[in-house]
């Protein structure tokens, strides 16, 4: 299992700690790249526990470094650092906010395929494609052909970090074949689009970042540095901090506040974290309302009111809801609260208040309360249940299909608007005061219509904005006529 191979990495640094100070180690905090999900989360935690670790706290890595960057930085005021973090298989961008003592995170973003081995692994893939199409012969069916093309990619890579162009020379490559080829360095610039992502999600600019961090081996890689300098401004890289020591370092911070130590630097010591993805509640079972935006600071709540939709319901549901589109089918439902025996009465008299709470280790707690009775019911559902792949590919689609979205949310808003108004108009046929304004046989005619559209619109829920409107307008043109 993944938890045991790992949880033998961890007993030999446990062994190791141990030979140095020369006293038992039985805490520990451990750092993950920020998109870990859940499982991976509780497989670490696991991990350390086989290991004999009591697992204080798992953090994100980016946050980690940015802990051991501004400890013993002096901070004057407030401070925006980004924390570049590219390792050897991810990469992560954490904007933090530092004042005084306190560390925020304004946002993250990541990429679980974009680290040093796989620049490398997107070059080769590059030539074994560029040797097949030259000479229509496969090397990838040749693992010591394979090898050897990687070994050159890798010096290829290592060449880029200083030049626009790097050759790549393999003698009697497969079946006698020299290769004799080129590639540029465009690939590694794809890092920069994911820090303007983190940089716009952070409701920032790029002059409002103060200081760029760069951790992770990869980020020694000199066209990187080039890269994030060019950026931003070479003043604003610091590389005063060991990259691959930076996030253990962070590690022992937290580890050491979480112990209650009392030295100045840590005692007054806060971290806040932030959510990765919105929460909201599905409306009518098909837009989302959201509660809580991605990357709000947790611990975090939302509240929301809810009505009834049908005269005498006593059953009430609300599905909780994870992503950034407009549509419940287009994003993930974590869960479902059930709220059963509230009080039977007319539509959208009936009240319950919905409340969302995440907290610091980001489990999603939802309570529904009936206002009145205080009726309840309450459950606990796991955050980070997407992977970093299916978050990233959620605030893709959102971005991409915006104008769709909104589209759709306004053709829903006035099929809703055309179904309220139908029920208002059927209540007031059935409210003796508003019954004496409207002639008898006017009174059977409106009902019939009232009836018919309420039934079309239980069997169009695809129709378009302006068929709704148009109904709408009808019915009101109509009800306008007949009442007095």
Known sequence: MPEEISAMILSKLKNNAQDYIGCPVKDAVITVPAYFND???????????????????????????????????TIKGEENILIFDLG???????????NNSTFTVKATAGDAHLGGKDFTNKIVDYFVEEFKRKYEKDLS????SLNRLRIACERAKCILSSSFYASIEVEHLFDGIDFFTGITRAQFEEAITLIEKAIEEANLTKSDINEVVLVGGSSRIPMVKELVSSYF???KIRRSINPDEAVVCGAAIQAASLSGDQSESIKNLNLYDV??????????GTTVDTLIKRNTRIPAEGKDIRITCRDGQTVIRFRVVQGERELVKDNTVLGEVVLEGITSAPRDETKVELTYKVDINGIIHVSAVELGTGLSREITISNNELSQEEIERLIKEAEMYQEEDRKDRERIQSMNKLDDYARQLLKRLNNEK????????????????ITTTIEWISDHHDASKEEYDEKRNELLNLASSLFK
Do not use: M
């Not at 798992?58 to 940015?66: D, G, K, S, V, Y």
């Not at 069916?141 to 010591?144: A, D, E, G, P, V």
């Open 39 to 73: 499982t991976q989360r509780r497989a670490t935690r696991d991990a350390g526990r086989i290991a004999g670790l009591n697992v204080l706290q798992i953090i994100n890595e980016p946050t980690a470094a940015a802990l051991a960057y501004g400890l013993n930085k």
């Open 88 to 98: 050897g298989g991810t990469f992560d961008i954490s904007i933090l906010n530092i």
């Open 141 to 144: 069916t040749n693992l010591r």
């Open 233 to 235: 401004h070479e003043r």
């Open 275 to 284: 959510l990765s993805l919105s929460l909201g509640v599905d409306n009518r």
């Open 434 to 449: 508003d019954r004496y304004k409207i002639k008898i046989e006017d009174e059977e005619k409106l009902r019939n219509i």
